[in-house]
Nanobody
Framework: QVQLVESGGGLVQAGGSLGLSCAAS????????MGWFRQAPGKEREFVAA????????NYADSVKGRFTISRDNAKNTVYLQMNSLKPEDTAVYYC?????????????????WGQGTQVTVSS
């Protein structure tokens, strides 16, 4: 079993920055992808960014491209999300997920493990 624990959420003004972390623990950890998703009230969980664990290749949703950066530290089994130029529409609970098998990095239904989520609130 794999446990994912997010940290780093909070309240920030529009235009500000926040960094999120997601630490994995448990059995031998070797996902195909690690991803960040977000879910606003009344909306479905949506893809934000993903990173291929083996080579660091990244993918982003169009809405965050150029503002958010996903990275990983394999030695620490940790994935990060640096969020810059935040907008009120970025307000959501952010979740990290781990995909153990080669499927779709952008589909939350294809992820096997999830963290508990961390709230990000961007005020205007």
């Amino acid at each position: 079993q794999v446990q994912l624990v997010e940290s780093g959420g909070g309240l920030v003004q529009a235009g500000g920055s926040l960094g999120l972390s997601c630490a994995a623990s448990g059995r031998t950890f070797s996902p195909v992808y690690m991803g960040w998703f977000r879910q606003a009230p009344g909306k479905e969980r949506e893809f934000v960014a993903a990173i291929r664990w083996s080579n660091g290749h990244t993918n982003y949703a169009d809405s965050v491209k150029g503002r958010f950066t996903i990275s990983r530290d394999n030695a620490k089994n940790t994935v990060y999300l640096q969020m810059n130029s935040l907008k009120p529409e970025d307000t959501a609970v952010y979740y990290c997920g781990a995909e153990q098998y080669w499927r779709n990095y952008y589909d939350p239904n294809d992820y096997d493990y999830w963290g508990q989520g961390t709230q990000v609130t961007v005020s205007s």
